[in-house]
């Protein structure tokens, strides 16, 4: 009976630190894009399909995984003057389980050039998509 009580002392201890959540956070469970191209550029449009926006501003979105939900995924529009530039996805899977694997696939309009920062739990470091322009298909 002892053993047992360890046991389950041990996994929930264990659940405690390995989850983010909003008492044990871990900065790896966000995902932030950044708009560093020409200061007319900005996010037009944000939708989460998965996980939730944190906030959104002219050159920067962050968004914030759920507990069981999975890592954050979401629609991105960046415009122009008004007028659309590009749409594109984003994706990071869940931080714990999967080093913050990022993927961004575009949808229409001009193809973003990008770099990518992985997240990582053991580092506390949130993933990060840096748009530095945008080229034709």
Known sequence: MKKAIKLVTAVIIFCALALPTS??????????????????Y?????????GTVSS???????????????????????????????????????CFLKSGEITLTPIMGDKPIYTITRGSWSDNRGGE?????????
């Open 23 to 40: 008492v044990n956070a871990n900065d790896c469970q966000y995902l932030r894009i950044f708009l560093s191209s020409r200061p007319s």
């Open 42 to 50: 900005y996010f037009s449009s944000v939708s989460a399909s998965q």
């Open 56 to 94: 959104v501003e002219s050159d920067r979105v962050t968004l914030l995984q759920t507990l069981l939900g999975g890592g954050p995924a979401a629609t991105i529009a960046v415009s122009v003057d008004g007028t659309l530039k590009s749409r594109f996805k984003v994706h990071q899977e869940y």
């Open 129 to 137: 998509i840096t748009i530095t322009g945008f080229g034709s298909w």
